[in-house]
C-alpha cells in the first residue's frame, strides 16, 4: 500500500489530487490547517486527516510524526500555496509583508515539509515528491509568446513558483534516492485566483488534478528533476 500526504488538501487542486489517489488506492494523508475543513474532506472520499500548516514548524514536524507512528509515507505532493492581493483586490499585493507571506507559504514551505519527510521517504521502496508550481514560474513560457505566462504579469507569486522549480532541481540533485517532479497544472478555476470556479477562468480542479496524480504514480523508474505539463514536458 501507497501512503501519501498531499498538503493544502482540504480544498480546490489539492482536495481532487487527494480525490484521484484515493481512488487510484494510496493511502491518502489529507494535510490542511483547518481541522473541521479537512476532516470533512478526508471523510468524503475516504481519506485520512492530519493538521498541517506549512508555514509553521512545529505543525509540521507534529504532522509527520503522526505520519511516521502510523506506518510511514511514501509520496509527498507540495500542493499548498497562496496569492496574495491588494487592497482593491484587482492587483497583486506586492508590499513586503505579502511578500514575504507567499514566498513563505509557497517556497520555504516546501522545505519545510520536505526535510520532515525526508527520514520517512528514504525508506519507502518508491519515495517521490511532487511540487506543485506553475508555468508562471518558468523562464521559458514567461518568454514564449505563444503561452499565457508570457501575457500575466505576476511579480511575486511567479516568482515563488520559479523558487518552487529550482528547489524541486536542486532537490533531485542533492536527495537522488527520492524523486523530484515539478507540475504546471494548467490554469485552474480555484480560489488561489480570488473567488470561486464560477467568477474566474480556468478548467475544473479535477481536471488540473489528473497531471498531478500522474506524477504521484509513477513507478521506480519513473522520471526525476523534470518539469511536467499535460502535454509532456514544460521548458524550465
Known amino acids: 500500500m501507497t501512503t501519501t500526504l498531499v498538503t493544502g488538501a482540504n480544498k480546490g487542486l489539492?482536495?481532487?489530487?487527494?480525490?484521484?489517489?484515493?481512488?487510484?488506492?494510496?493511502?491518502?494523508?489529507?494535510?490542511?490547517?483547518?481541522k473541521a475543513r479537512g476532516e470533512a474532506t478526508a471523510e468524503e472520499f475516504g481519506a485520512r486527516f492530519v493538521q498541517l500548516d506549512v508555514t509553521d514548524d512545529a505543525s509540521v514536524a507534529a504532522a509527520l510524526a503522526q505520519i511516521e507512528a502510523d506506518g510511514g509515507l511514501d509520496v509527498l505532493v507540495?500542493?499548498?500555496?497562496?496569492?496574495?492581493?491588494?487592497?482593491?483586490?484587482?492587483?497583486?499585493?506586492?508590499?513586503?509583508?505579502?511578500a514575504l507571506e507567499v514566498f513563505d507559504a509557497n517556497a520555504v514551505g516546501i522545505i519545510r515539509?520536505?526535510?520532515?519527510?525526508?527520514?520517512?521517504?528514504?525508506?519507502?521502496?518508491?519515495?517521490?515528491?511532487?511540487?506543485?508550481?506553475?508555468a508562471l514560474g518558468s523562464f521559458w513560457a514567461v518568454h514564449e509568446p505563444s503561452?499565457?505566462?508570457?501575457?500575466?504579469?505576476s511579480i511575486v507569486y511567479g516568482?515563488?513558483?520559479?523558487?518552487?522549480?529550482?528547489?524541486?532541481?536542486?532537490?533531485?540533485?542533492a536527495v537522488?534516492?527520492?524523486?523530484?517532479?515539478?507540475?504546471?497544472?494548467?490554469?485552474?478555476?480555484?480560489?488561489?485566483?480570488?473567488?470561486?470556479?464560477?467568477?474566474?477562468?480556468?478548467r475544473p480542479a479535477a481536471e488540473s488534478a489528473e497531471i498531478v496524480a500522474k506524477l504521484a504514480t509513477i513507478g521506480p523508474?519513473?522520471?526525476?528533476?523534470?518539469?511536467h505539463e499535460d502535454a509532456g514536458i514544460l521548458p524550465w
Open 221 to 227: 523508474d519513473g522520471p526525476t528533476g523534470t518539469f
Open 159 to 173: 516568482s515563488s513558483k520559479a523558487a518552487v522549480s529550482m528547489i524541486t532541481v536542486q532537490y533531485s540533485r
Open 14 to 34: 489539492g482536495k481532487e489530487t487527494a480525490r484521484l489517489l484515493v481512488a487510484a488506492g494510496h493511502t491518502v494523508y489529507v494535510g490542511a490547517r483547518d
Open 113 to 134: 515539509v520536505t526535510e520532515a519527510a525526508l527520514p520517512l521517504l528514504r525508506k519507502s521502496p518508491n519515495p517521490v515528491v511532487v511540487n506543485v508550481s506553475s
Open 78 to 98: 507540495n500542493n499548498a500555496g497562496i496569492a496574495k492581493r491588494s487592497q482593491s483586490g484587482r492587483a497583486e499585493a506586492l508590499d513586503g509583508p505579502s
Open 176 to 202: 537522488p534516492e527520492v524523486k523530484f517532479n515539478a507540475v504546471e497544472p494548467g490554469i485552474t478555476a480555484t480560489e488561489l485566483g480570488g473567488g470561486g470556479a464560477g467568477s474566474h477562468p480556468g
Open 147 to 153: 503561452r499565457p505566462a508570457s501575457r500575466f504579469p
